[in-house]
Nanobody
Framework: QVQVVESGGGVAQPGGSLGLSCAAS????????MGWYRQAPGQERELVAV???????NYADSVKGRFSISRDYANHTVYLQMNTLKPEDTADYYC????????????????WGKGTLVIVSS
């Protein structure tokens, strides 16, 4: 079974910064895509940023130039550095993991974390 655990988040003022991290279980695992989605109250879940095993990235237009995604491939961890935060960035942020292979067995995905709340407010 694949477990996904997020940490970070919290409250920041507009223009401030926050960081998120997410670790996926499985010491003998290989993960294709890791990243982040978010869901604001009353809205659908949307892509924030994802990063493939090859290092290619995809960002939502709304966060380009402000957010940065990175991965620690050895420790199956993905990070999201959020700078120049805006009130509209307020949402639950969910870690996304897809294309999981553990011990040679394909577990697929996607797998989701439970979410971590980010609030941007003055």
């Amino acid at each position: 079974q694949v477990q996904v655990v997020e940490s970070g988040g919290g409250v920041a003022q507009p223009g401030g910064s926050l960081g998120l991290s997410c670790a996926a279980s499985g010491s003998d695992s290989n993960i294709n895509v890791m990243g982040w989605y978010r869901q604001a109250p009353g809205q659908e879940r949307e892509l924030v940023a994802v990063m493939s095993r090859t290092g290619s990235t995809n960002y939502a237009d709304s966060v380009k130039g402000r957010f940065s995604i990175s991965r620690d491939y050895a420790n199956h961890t993905v990070y999201l550095q959020m700078n120049t935060l805006k009130p509209e960035d307020t949402a639950d942020y969910y870690c996304y993991v897809n294309g999981v292979v553990i011990g040679g067995v394909f577990y697929g995905g996607p797998y989701w974390g439970k979410g971590t709340l980010v609030i941007v407010s003055s």
